[in-house]
């Protein structure tokens, strides 16, 4: 009975590489939200995505992130020439329908050097 | 885009103490929930309340939904030291159908003193 996985846990970048954090659904949930957390702060709506469709991507910066969500496989969030300012914590959430209790993963750290 | 206030932002307390927190809303939602996060750990929720005036239990938590829809309240009796945590309310707009993720508060930091 699996809850939210994601993975890494911990990640390094340094200044201009890529990080790529993956998400895999709890069990028959169909719908993803990525959100981040920055310190000492709430959690931020990111991209809210069913498989193969972007639902809502109103809290993504407009560039350098991007998400998707295949049909098969994890929603993976994606973040191009990361900067130091990207270092945070990224959290995947998961329901079986939208507005439906959302169920959190336990978070990808990001720290960008 | 909505506002979520939530108070305190930090509580030290005596063990044994009740907490009260609570959070309000510039705009109506539909949904209310509460987590709690330990440092390196993703939110865990603790209680949903989906109806206005609603009030649900879990163990030693209560939560209730506000009667505006603009508002809700987490108490924690009898407080013991793993209750130390970060506690967040998160409103959802749409009940259903819709594209919305959470809106979340900026959590209230509780403290136990022995």
């Known amino acids: 009975n699996a809850g939210v996985m994601q993975n890494p846990r911990h990640l390094v970048r340094r200044r201009g590489q890529e990080a790529r954090l993956r998400c895999s659904p709890m069990?028959?949930?169909?719908?993803v939200y990525w959100y981040r957390q920055l310190p000492e702060e709430g959690l931020k709506f990111m991209v809210y995505?069913?498989?193969?469709?972007?639902?809502?991507e109103s809290g993504m910066p407009k560039e350098r992130f991007s998400a998707e969500f295949p049909k098969e496989g994890p929603s993976i969030l994606r973040i191009q020439q990361v900067v130091r300012g990207d270092s945070a914590a990224y959290f995947c959430?998961?329901?079986?329908?939208?507005?439906?209790?959302?169920?959190f993963g336990e978070g990808s750290w990001l720290t960008v050097v | 885009g909505q506002q979520l206030n939530q108070s305190p932002q930090s509580m030290f307390i005596q063990e044994g103490e009740d907490v009260s927190m609570n959070c309000t809303s510039s705009?109506?939602?539909?949904?209310w929930l509460w987590y709690k996060q330990d440092p390196g750990e993703g939110p865990v929720l603790l209680i949903a309340?989906?109806?206005?005036?609603e009030l649900t239990s879990n163990g030693r938590l209560t939560a209730q939904f506000g009667i505006t829809r603009k508002d809700s309240f987490l108490n924690i009796s009898a407080s013991i030291p793993s209750d130390v945590g970060i506690y967040f309310c998160?409103?959802?707009?749409?009940?259903?159908?819709?594209?919305?993720?959470?809106?979340f508060g900026k959590g209230t930091h509780l403290i136990i003193q022995p």
């Open positions: 959430a998961s329901s079986p329908v939208s507005g439906n209790t959302i169920y």
């Open positions: 069990k028959g949930h169909s719908h």
């Open positions: 995505l069913q498989k193969e469709n972007i639902i809502d």
């Open positions: 705009s109506i939602f539909n949904t």
């Open positions: 309340l989906y109806k206005a005036g």
């Open positions: 998160a409103g959802q707009e749409d009940s259903g159908g819709g594209a919305d993720g959470l809106t």
